[in-house]
C-alpha cells in the first residue's frame, strides 16, 4: 500500500491535472461535488468548449463519485488538489482487495505479486490526476469481486456473509 501511495501520491504532485478536464464528464464530476459539499444538491455549471456555459440539476449520472468528492470537497476545500489526492488514496487501496481476492485464488506469494503489480501499474499511477470515477470504483468492485471468490468456502458451503458484503458493496 505504501509504494502505491507514494507513486500515485508522487505523481499527483508532480503532474498537473491531466487533459480531459474539461471535458464533460470530469467538469460536471467536480462541479455537482462543489455544489454539494455547498449543500446545493445535484446542481451543475460547466463551461462548453464554445465558451458557453450550460447549468441545471442532473441525475443522469449515478451519484457514487460525485458525492464522494462532495464529501472530499466538504471536510477538506473544494479544491482540484484535494480530489487528486482523494483519488490517489482511493486508487492506492485497491491493493487490499487485490490480494485478498487472489488470495483465493492462488498461494500468499502469488497474491502479494498481484497486489504489487497494482501498486505499480501506470495507468492507475497516471488516471489518478484526472477526475474519473474509475479511482473510486476500482477498490470497490475488486472488494466485491473478493467478497463472491470468499463466499464459497472450502467445504462447498456459502457464506451468506460474504454474499451480502458483496451485494452491499
Known amino acids: 500500500f505504501a509504494t502505491a501511495l507514494l507513486l500515485r501520491v508522487l505523481w499527483v504532485v508532480m503532474v498537473p491535472t491531466l487533459p480531459g478536464f474539461g471535458v464533460h464528464d470530469t467538469s460536471v464530476y467536480d462541479s455537482v461535488a462543489r455544489h454539494l459539499a455547498a449543500g446545493e444538491g445535484f446542481r451543475y455549471e460547466v463551461l462548453n468548449a464554445d465558451g458557453s456555459t450550460s447549468s441545471g440539476v442532473t ?53 502479494v505479486i498481484a497486489a504489487g503489480l497494482v501498486a505499480i501499474n501506470p495507468s492507475m499511477v497516471i488516471w489518478t490526476s484526472s477526475l474519473y470515477a474509475e479511482g473510486l470504483f476500482l477498490p470497490i468492485f475488486t472488494a466485491t469481486i473478493g467478497a463472491v471468490l470468499w463466499s464459497r468456502r472450502r467445504t462447498g458451503e456459502i457464506d451468506m456473509r460474504m454474499l451480502a458484503l458483496a451485494a452491499v458493496l
Open 59 to 111: 441525475l443522469l449520472k449515478a451519484p457514487g463519485y460525485e458525492t464522494f468528492l462532495g464529501g472530499v470537497y466538504w471536510l477538506f476545500g473544494s479544491s482540484l488538489d484535494n480530489a487528486r489526492f482523494a483519488n490517489a488514496v482511493m486508487s492506492a487501496l485497491t491493493v487490499f482487495p487485490t490480494y485478498w481476492a487472489a488470495r483465493r485464488l492462488v498461494s500468499g506469494r502469488a497474491s
